[in-house]
């Protein structure tokens, strides 16, 4: 059981480039999160899915887009990178059942110079 | 839209010593989690309060819910160096229909030896 699994690890981008960050949980929950979390700062919301062929934005959605094909994978696309997504993103999961809390992954730090 | 408050930003104790963080929502919650986050980490699931004035204890770590299931709290008693850390609440807004928690600012910790 890994849980919420993340890659990559690290990753530099060049302005203008485009990535896809990986999300795969095996805990078969519904709900799958996208955050980004700036130096020293909390955790901003970018999208969010209540299960597959369902997601919809966060507070901070802009120059990012999801898809969830499927209850395992939770992916992130970057299209044309700026300075200000140099970020670490971490993806996470629920079940409906809160009390368990979010099972987060253990992140990708971007930088884009 | 909700924010969640936490004071202080940062504190620095002396092994032994008590620390406490506080949560303030601008709006009523159903419930709050509490997630710890290590230096470098990932944040990790600490505990779900639910009732108005519940209060609950992990060990050295107490949490209490407000009466006006506004505010939070997490107390740490005799503070140890594996304590250090960012502790963030989250919280549910009441009447949301998806449970998409809001984060607080967090309140990162350092315990010197």
């Known amino acids: 059981n890994a849980g919420v699994t993340q890659t990559p690890k690290f990753r530099i981008l060049k302005i203008g480039q485009s990535m896809t960050l990986q999300c795969a949980q095996d805990m078969n929950h519904n709900y799958m999160y996208w955050y980004r979390q700036d130096p020293g700062m909390g955790l901003k919301l970018i999208y969010y899915s209540v299960g597959a062929g369902i997601t919809d934005k966060g507070e901070v959605p802009n120059g990012y887009n999801v898809s969830r094909s499927t209850t395992e994978d939770f992916p992130l696309r970057l299209e044309l990178a700026a300075p200000s997504q140099t970020s670490v993103y971490f993806c996470a999961s629920s079940s409906p059942y809160r009390i368990y809390g979010y099972t987060f992954g253990s992140g990708t730090r971007l930088t884009v110079v | 839209g909700q924010q969640v408050m936490q004071i202080p930003q940062y504190q620095h104790v002396q092994e032994g010593e008590d620390f406490t963080t506080y949560c303030n929502s601008s709006?009523?919650?159903?419930?709050i989690q509490w997630y710890k986050q290590r230096p470098g980490g990932h944040p990790v699931f600490l505990i779900q309060l639910v009732k108005s004035g519940e209060v609950k204890k992990q060990k050295r770590l107490t949490f209490q819910f407000g009466e006006a299931k506004k505010n939070s709290s997490l107390h740490i008693t005799a503070t140890q160096t594996t304590d250090v850390g960012t502790y963030f609440c989250?919280?549910?807004?009441?009447?949301?229909?998806?449970?998409?928690?809001?984060f607080g600012t967090g309140t990162r910790l350092l315990v010197s030896p």
């Open positions: 709006t009523t919650l159903s419930n």
């Open positions: 989250a919280g549910l807004e009441m009447n949301t229909g998806f449970q998409k928690l809001v």
